[in-house]
């Protein structure tokens, strides 16, 4: 078993250091977790995507922290070596300090080892008030799903001069209120250079072009499992769900024409017993 990737480990990161490019990917389960966790990547995000690619819903803004630390704790349970970062949900870092820091617990008592959450100066006091209290946490930038109602649905961001700087400015104020490292999603690469240039902490690019300090992605996105958007940014690595459809099949069609289960495929009585059932004429 690999050794536990912890915060520390992380924060050195950097691609331009010399170091190489960090791997996050998402899990919401157990056997998710334990295939994301056996591909060797370096973070497991349970991500708020969960309320799309899992739970059916067309946003992420339906997620609780109930939800995410349900989740959390089931990834937990593999007892991973990759980082487990857990996503605050919409509204759980919002209303104020305590409320946040009260919901960020839950999900460390869940099995995460840092959270993240999304949005820039706006969200410097919880980041502080985590951090201090020993809470690491990531943040997230550029296309962040939570404002999707906001943005006018999932956009490009940071695609002139004045929202680039604003990017670099957010993410320099991320890494002084103590986030060990940035998601940065849906902005172009250029614009993504510059973020990963400015910030001392890894970037971990989505939709963000080559240039950051690692990528992630939506396991069911990869796996091919998620089928009904496919991003321009997604890579697919897979065609599970027609796996998936083709192995149903099968078995439908067996369970119709009477080939599943086969005898070898049930249980079988001792012979004695076979004989006594005999006696009551039960065959
Ligand atoms: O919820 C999620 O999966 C994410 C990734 C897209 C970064 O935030």
Redesign the pocket.
């Known amino acids: 078993m690999a050794n536990k990737c912890t915060v520390p480990d992380i924060r050195d990161r950097k691609v331009a250091r010399g170091d190489n490019p960090l791997v996050m990917l ?1 899990a919401y389960d157990a056997p998710g977790a334990r295939m994301v966790d056996q591909a060797g990547v370096d973070m497991i ?1 349970v ?3 969960v309320a799309m690619v899992v739970l059916g819903y067309e946003d ?1 803004l339906q997620v609780t922290v109930g939800d995410i630390a349900h989740h959390t704790a089931a990834v937990a349970r593999v007892r991973p070596s990759a980082l487990v970062v857990a ?1 605050m949900p919409w509204m759980s870092y919002h209303l104020s300090i305590e409320d946040t820091l009260n919901n960020a617990a839950l999900l460390i008592r869940a099995g995460a080892q840092a959270v ?1 959450l999304e949005g820039g100066q706006r969200r410097i006091p919880m980041v502080e008030a985590l951090v201090a209290a020993e809470i690491p946490v990531m943040g ?1 930038l550029g296309l962040t799903p939570q404002s999707v109602n906001a943005m006018g649905g999932f956009k490009v961001q940071g695609r002139n001069l004045q929202a680039a700087l604003d990017l670099v400015e957010a993410a320099k104020a991320l890494v002084y209120a103590g986030c060990f490292a940035i ?1 940065l ?1 849906g902005v172009p690469s250029l614009v993504a250079a510059m973020v990963t240039e400015a910030a001392e902490v890894p970037i971990i690019g ?1 939709g963000a072009g080559p240039s950051c300090d690692g990528q ?1 992605l ?1 396991s069911h996105d990869v796996l091919g499992l998620e089928q009904r958007v496919v991003p321009k940014f997604v890579r697919r690595y897979a065609d599970l769900h027609t796996a998936g459809v083709d192995a149903m099949s099968a078995f439908a069609s067996d369970v119709r024409s009477g080939t599943f289960p086969s005898v070898d495929e049930g249980y079988r009585m001792a012979e004695a017993e076979v004989e006594a059932l005999g006696l009551y004429g039960v065959a």
Do not use: A, F, M, P
Request: no cysteine.
């Open positions: 998402t995000l991500g708020d995507s992420t996503d993240k997230h998601v999603e989505i992630v939506v």
